[in-house]
């Protein structure tokens, strides 16, 4: 299969048909997932960099994960473990695992546009697992599989992101995703937690009030409050904003009857959600994601690779 890319970092490089390509890849790669044995020979021979230079759980494991059921070989490190703390700077770092002949580098980083710099330093191919406040590619396409395996279109659909946007690098990449497939979004937050010029993410409204806009909407997407990104107190307490913008068991009634609820985790119970509406079993894919996660990453990974055959063969 031929795709045109050679990195994953701006989503808006990418058509939609391109996204619909990774998507569809990825649900060819579920059916790995459910085998007994989840392994093919895919990627054998290629070697695989997770540079994760800043704390993860979910994207580096479903990393990890998708990269073994391909058969490719990877080196994790990251953190304290790296040079790094003894001053080498990100450059040498990567003309040192340049040096390994390796075929791709997987990076997150505290600092946004740490993966562009690779690119620049480096002749293989990189994913951006989450760069500063920029970008969160992967995830936006796993958001965007758990929608489309509900909803099964993306056209029209009407998306409601709640919660921090100004710190959020997940909307850096989900938002332009929805519009190249055709989602309507609102972004719905404080005054305090939307950036200054919302329209440059390319939303289609900004609304202040929860309670307005949720009758309104197919998807729910809550965000997280990033405490560790935050600068003075941009709301009085986590309790105010759970009463103004969580959402919870009293506010369901305001939902369309086939609206659903999306996270990128982690949770924080008793403040984005209550546990009702975390947990419920009709409305929230959020765990649907986290398996989403392996999926598409396995497809990313095959398709930036360009793996053998059609990708499935035991």
Same mark, same amino acid.
């Given at each position: 299969m031929a795709f045109n890319h050679k990195h994953l970092i701006d989503i808006r490089e990418y058509s939609d048909t391109d996204l619909m390509t990774i998507l569809e890849t990825a649900k060819a790669f579920s059916q790995v997932n459910e085998r007994a044995i #989840? #392994?093919? *020979?895919? @990627? #054998? =021979?290629k070697t695989i960099v997770n540079m994760f230079n800043e704390p993860s759980t979910r994207t580096r494991s479903s990393f990890e994960l998708a990269e073994k059921r391909l058969s490719a070989d990877s080196l994790n490190f990251g953190g304290s473990s790296t040079s790094t703390v003894k001053g080498e700077s990100l450059i040498d770092t990567v003309m040192t695992l340049n040096s390994y002949k390796i075929d791709m580098v997987v990076i997150r980083d505290k600092h946004a546009g740490a993966p562009y710099i690779v690119t620049q330093h480096s002749p293989v191919s990189v994913i951006d697992a989450g760069d500063g406040k920029h970008g969160h590619p992967t995830q936006a396409l796993l958001d965007l599989y758990s929608i489309w395996e509900r909803k099964h279109t993306f056209e029209g659909l009407k998306v409601g992101i709640v919660g921090d946007i100004s710190h959020s690098r997940v909307c850096g990449s989900l938002i *332009? +995703? @929805?519009?190249?497939? =055709? +989602?309507e979004v609102t972004i719905i937050a404080p005054g305090t937690l939307i950036p200054p010029a919302p329209e440059v993410l390319g939303v289609d409204h900004v609304s202040y009030s929860l309670d307005d806009a949720l009758p309104e909407l197919d998807v729910v997407y809550m965000l997280r409050i990033q405490r560790e990104r935050l600068e003075g107190a941009p709301f009085p307490s986590l309790r105010e904003y759970h009463e103004l913008y969580g959402l919870t068991r009293k506010r369901e009634h305001l939902m369309k *009857?086939? +609206?659903i609820v999306c996270h990128p985790g982690p949770i924080n119970r008793g403040v984005e959600f209550d546990s009702y509406m975390a947990d419920h079993p009709e409305r929230s894919v959020i765990l649907d994601q986290v398996y989403a996660g392996i999926c598409v990453r396995m497809a990313a990974l095959y398709l930036l690779l360009g793996g053998a055959d059609n990708g @499935? +063969?035991?």
């Amino acid at each position: 299969m031929a795709f045109n890319h050679k990195h994953l970092i701006d989503i808006r490089e990418y058509s939609d048909t391109d996204l619909m390509t990774i998507l569809e890849t990825a649900k060819a790669f579920s059916q790995v997932n459910e085998r007994a044995i #989840k #392994k093919v *020979p895919t @990627l #054998k =021979g290629k070697t695989i960099v997770n540079m994760f230079n800043e704390p993860s759980t979910r994207t580096r494991s479903s990393f990890e994960l998708a990269e073994k059921r391909l058969s490719a070989d990877s080196l994790n490190f990251g953190g304290s473990s790296t040079s790094t703390v003894k001053g080498e700077s990100l450059i040498d770092t990567v003309m040192t695992l340049n040096s390994y002949k390796i075929d791709m580098v997987v990076i997150r980083d505290k600092h946004a546009g740490a993966p562009y710099i690779v690119t620049q330093h480096s002749p293989v191919s990189v994913i951006d697992a989450g760069d500063g406040k920029h970008g969160h590619p992967t995830q936006a396409l796993l958001d965007l599989y758990s929608i489309w395996e509900r909803k099964h279109t993306f056209e029209g659909l009407k998306v409601g992101i709640v919660g921090d946007i100004s710190h959020s690098r997940v909307c850096g990449s989900l938002i *332009p +995703a @929805l519009k190249i497939m =055709g +989602a309507e979004v609102t972004i719905i937050a404080p005054g305090t937690l939307i950036p200054p010029a919302p329209e440059v993410l390319g939303v289609d409204h900004v609304s202040y009030s929860l309670d307005d806009a949720l009758p309104e909407l197919d998807v729910v997407y809550m965000l997280r409050i990033q405490r560790e990104r935050l600068e003075g107190a941009p709301f009085p307490s986590l309790r105010e904003y759970h009463e103004l913008y969580g959402l919870t068991r009293k506010r369901e009634h305001l939902m369309k *009857p086939d +609206a659903i609820v999306c996270h990128p985790g982690p949770i924080n119970r008793g403040v984005e959600f209550d546990s009702y509406m975390a947990d419920h079993p009709e409305r929230s894919v959020i765990l649907d994601q986290v398996y989403a996660g392996i999926c598409v990453r396995m497809a990313a990974l095959y398709l930036l690779l360009g793996g053998a055959d059609n990708g @499935l +063969a035991s």
